[in-house]
């Protein structure tokens, strides 16, 4: 049995991934954005070890979250699903200052992991459409361009198939990968989406608990099972590095080395 933490549990993705964990045996955190949605999700998922609550689009809650989550855990895996689309029409700056899609699906799963344990597995949810990324060091909050959601989306995807890249890089004990769900059927997805949100689910949880060899790898980006290319810049160890720099800075945490 594993003890998972699984951000962005309430709903979709989350939900489903901590609904087969618990169905196979394992003890689960699951993770909510307020306390409402962790109140529902309990309800939903009474087998739950715990919730813990907080904000990823606020640095402050992102950080008490991960001091929550530490006193949960100990944890043999995180996935870090939690995420927002690329829909807004324009840009929008979150308290701390920071472009709200970065923030929520970069800087915070950087954050959890910079303050958190290394756990034995860590498991970041990615997009199909990080082949459309291009990370721009001097522009990765999309200050200095015209607004485009989506490619600002799939910019923060890359970002984070090179942050599981890198710390596969600089922790070689712990075994972190990049996912791609497939476009499923959720409010994220959207109505147009072909594929079940239990196909979305399934390979994550696999990578978090599985023995099998397959499943035991690390710096690797995977979809249903098998392993794929993932865009060129996620393997550039210069930019990767430039990118944990910058959200040292953003943050104030540097990852540990």
């Keep these: 049995m594993s003890r998972v933490l699984v951000t962005g549990s309430t709903d979709g993705i989350g939900l489903e991934s901590a609904r087969l964990l618990l ?23 009474p087998g739950l070890r715990d919730v813990v609550v ?9 950080r008490d979250l991960a001091s929550d989550a530490t006193a949960a855990g100990p944890f043999d895996a995180v996935i870090h699903n939690a995420g927002v689309g690329g829909g807004a029409t324009e840009r929008t700056v979150t308290a ?6 970065f ?27 990080e082949a459309q990324g291009s990370v721009a060091l001097d522009d990765l909050q999309h200050a200095g361009r ?6 600002a989306y799939s910019d923060s995807k890359l970002c984070d198939v090179m942050l599981a890249f890198a710390v596969a890089r600089l922790w070689p004990g ?3 990968t990049a996912v791609d769900p497939g476009w499923i059927k ?14 979305g689910a399934a390979t994550q949880v696999w990578l978090a608990t599985s023995d099998e060899d397959d499943a035991r790898v690390t710096g690797r980006y995977v979809k249903r099972f ?7 810049q996620a393997s550039d160890v210069a930019l990767q590095d430039g990118l944990l720099a910058r959200l040292a800075t953003i943050t104030g945490v540097t990852l540990p080395r």
């Design 54 to 62: 907080g904000d990823l689009a606020s640095l402050a809650q992102t």
């Design 186 to 199: 959720t409010k994220l997805g959207g109505p147009d989406a072909w594929d079940e949100v239990g196909d």
């Design 96 to 101: 701390d200052g920071i472009e709200r899609i």
């Design 174 to 176: 712990v075994l972190a």
């Design 23 to 45: 169905e196979a045996g394992h003890d689960v955190v699951a993770h909510a954005r307020d306390d409402q949605r962790a109140a529902d999700v309990h309800s939903r998922l």
């Design 103 to 129: 923030q929520v699906n970069t800087v915070a799963p950087y954050l959890l992991t910079a303050l958190m344990p290394r756990p034995a597995r860590l498991v970041y949810l990615t997009s199909g459409l």
């Design 146 to 151: 015209p607004w485009d959601g989506m490619q």
């Design 226 to 232: 098998a392993l794929q290319e993932a865009n060129p």
